[in-house]
């Protein structure tokens, strides 16, 4: 099948197995999240050391990501996807048995291989399968798998670790893996372009000590245990930098680049780029500060706090499609407007929360903020995608993917920073005011209760202070928005004919 045909009637069985296995794999990411507790106490191991268990994951998909460009180019989707969903099955199955905490760090991590090429390798497929000017409908179902899996994840973690054992967690996803596999061998066929080409492993090497390094660092940081000041932290971070401008010096001076920066010079996508970059440092702010808020300053247990969040995961999920039938019809910049106007008006009501901030109240404007995101996310994303040539697709999907995971990272690491600083200032602060007034207690006993008291509402302040933080940068991108342009059919014809002159 030519791509005229292809174009003419898409592939939607093949793309549906794609879509199963991209929303399996993602709906894994979140889910183990809230049961580290509970295998902490089967292992008897530290908080530092069940963290590997996200670390670990993290850490192989920000290794193999960037190299997906490569992977996608280089073999049939048939294969990556055979092989993908494979390594993840196994993973998942020896996640399930693991007898011992060292055993199951190294199933997650088989786990992040597989899925680490599941989401390029669709977004791929679909560039390929479906015409420019239907491309958004496309990218918008897409989108309802990338958005809907690792939302409902936490909640229906909570509601299982509640129920039953951790595994089972593992046992609910193995037999959709396994069906997946199955009908994939009988069903799939190859549709994506492959070329030959040879993996320059010195790249792959600075890939991962670049992002890898700075994942980590940025990750850590975050955690009460070590912080910025931790050598681990600042020292991982450094090399990431190091590694990452020895990676992008040696991919521009490569002819057939492991993944390539050129593609920074279509205007569109490098706009889409910043812009998704931005977005996402805003979007982790509200997935982390919220359920610090809601459990941690209102008392809501981590089960009604993922319900409190999953109506708006919901909703983002239901828009997404219809999102991308209105981006087919108006173009990304109205709908970024719109979207980013709702985002940062909802994110500043977010950091007016108080102390007694009622629960429907905070799960509307957490729904509204999340409403705001589904405009924009995707019609930005799929409008840069668009102005790259075809051959330059799986560098462009890479791109947006490995940078979604970095900026998620340090959007994460920066903010809790400012909230622990701004929460340790204000409380010394108000410790300060209430001995300078005398009406501070003077036993032990009472001296506790008031720190237990400003410390609470030197946290709300810390929250609010990040969630205001949250709302400037969403600003940031909503001032770039206007500077989008739609990218029409005759563009991208023509830079596909300038890269195929170039190739020439």
Known sequence: MDIKQMHEKPPYGMIAILFIGAFVALLNNTLLNIALPTIMDEFSVKPAVVQWLTTGYMLVNGILIPASAFFVQKFSNRKL???????FTLGTLLAMLAPSFGILVAARMVQAAGSAMMMPLLMNVMLVAFPIERRGTAMGIFGLVMITAPAIGPTLSGWIVEH?????????????AILTLIYAFFKLR???PNRDMKLDLFSLVLSSIGFGGLLYGFSSAGDENMGWGHPLVYGTIIAGVIGLVLFIVRQLRMDDPMLDFRIYKYPMFALSSAISIVLSIAMFSGMILTPLYVQTIRGISPFHSGILMLPGA???????????RLFDKYGPKILAIIGLVITTVSTYYLSTLGMDSGYYYIMFIYTIRMFGISMVMMPIMTNGLNQ??????????AMNNTLQQVSGAIGSAVLLTIMTKRMESTGAKMFAEAQASGNAPTTAEGLAKLQEQLGAQAMLDG???????????????LVLTFF???VTQP???KSFAQSEGNEK
């Open 484 to 486: 989008v342009k739609r």
């Open 81 to 87: 996807f055979m092989t993908a969903m494979t390594l």
């Open 491 to 493: 563009t991208r014809e």
């Open 463 to 477: 929250i609010q202070f990040s969630f205001f933080i949250s709302t400037i940068v969403a600003l940031v991108a």
């Open 388 to 397: 790259l040539p075809m051959i330059s697709n799986p560098h462009g999907t």
């Open 164 to 176: 039953y054992t951790w595994r089972t967690l593992f046992g609910i996803i193995l037999p959709f």
């Open 314 to 324: 919901v909703l983002m999920g239901i828009m997404s499609p219809i999102t991308g």
């Open 190 to 192: 190859n549709i994506t």
